[in-house]
């Protein structure tokens, strides 16, 4: 099951990639695709469709929240993949705004091994959760459900 979860992992340092990827693969997860290279980010979304999104916040040309933005175009409104922030930037203004901006969650550099695969299975869990839910109910459904969390969420940005 854990081959199932597509994992991307977008990080303008190689050794946090390595270091992701040595993590992931220790838990089972090995269907990863990563690179330092941001301004890709989106074509490798597109073609990969993964289940979760790793990335740091702070990288040259192209950093993580405008590639968050660029993701929430991307991202159906009804739909759910979460974006996980890795970054050494724990103020609360960056915080905030990578939230309003639909990270689900943070893990802080340098990197603790057991918070961080505890938050990446959390994500993954609540994504296998929605996939499941969507595949019972009808697309008019789940969009009625989701309405509401969605116009709330907007209406705090």
């Known amino acids: 099951m854990s081959d199932d979860y597509r994992i991307l992992i977008i990080d303008d340092q190689r050794p946090n990639l390595d270091l992701m990827e040595q993590l992931?693969?220790?838990?089972?997860l090995h269907n990863v695709l990563s690179s330092t290279q941001p301004l890709r980010a989106l074509e490798l979304y597109n073609s990969f469709e993964p289940d979760l999104v790793i990335l740091d916040l702070?990288?040259?040309?192209?950093d993580g929240f405008a590639l968050m933005e660029q993701l929430n175009?991307?991202?159906?409104?009804?739909?759910?993949?979460?974006?996980?922030?890795?970054?050494?930037?724990?103020?609360?203004?960056?915080r905030l705004r990578a939230l309003a901006l639909g990270a689900r969650d943070f893990i802080s550099k340098p990197l603790d091994a057991l918070e961080t695969m505890l938050r990446v299975w959390n994500l993954l869990e609540t994504r296998a959760l929605y996939k499941a839910l969507r595949a019972t109910l009808t697309e008019p459904q789940l969009?009625?459900?989701l309405q509401?969390?969605?116009?709330q969420r907007q209406g705090r940005r």
């Open 24 to 28: 992931l693969a220790r838990e089972g």
């Open 73 to 94: 175009r991307r991202i159906p409104q009804n739909d759910y993949v979460p974006l996980l922030v890795l970054t050494a930037d724990v103020t609360r203004a960056t």
């Open 148 to 151: 509401p969390l969605v116009a």
């Open 58 to 62: 702070h990288m040259p040309d192209f």
């Open 143 to 145: 969009a009625a459900l």
